[in-house]
């Protein structure tokens, strides 16, 4: 299968592009390559070829979504300059 600069120019104007001659010579001489192989690709039997998702094996990578982290109040008000029972006692800043 062939792909003609007509063909081109038309999808190119479909695709609101404005090419140059020698961008529609290139784009034509690289879609030709990518359909030639394409066909290469179609002559090959994939009968027996389990169909795949993915090339490889994927594994969920993220941990499981679990609190292990728990405030301790204690530690966190350690050096804190003024406290009231588990909080963080601070100047009256509105009179």
């Known amino acids: 299968m062939k792909i003609t600069r007509e063909e081109v120019r038309r999808v190119a104007l479909l695709a609101r592009l404005q090419l140059s001659a020698e961008e529609e010579i290139s784009l034509t001489e690289q879609l030709d390559k990518i359909l030639e192989y394409m066909e ?25 979504d679990r609190a292990v982290n728990k405030p301790q109040a204690e530690k966190l008000l350690a050096n804190a300059p003024a406290r009231e029972k588990t909080f963080l006692k601070v100047p009256k800043i509105i009179e």
């Open 40 to 64: 290469k690709l179609q002559q090959l039997d994939t009968e027996k070829v389990e169909p795949l998702a993915h090339a490889v094996d994927v594994v969920n990578a993220f941990r499981e």
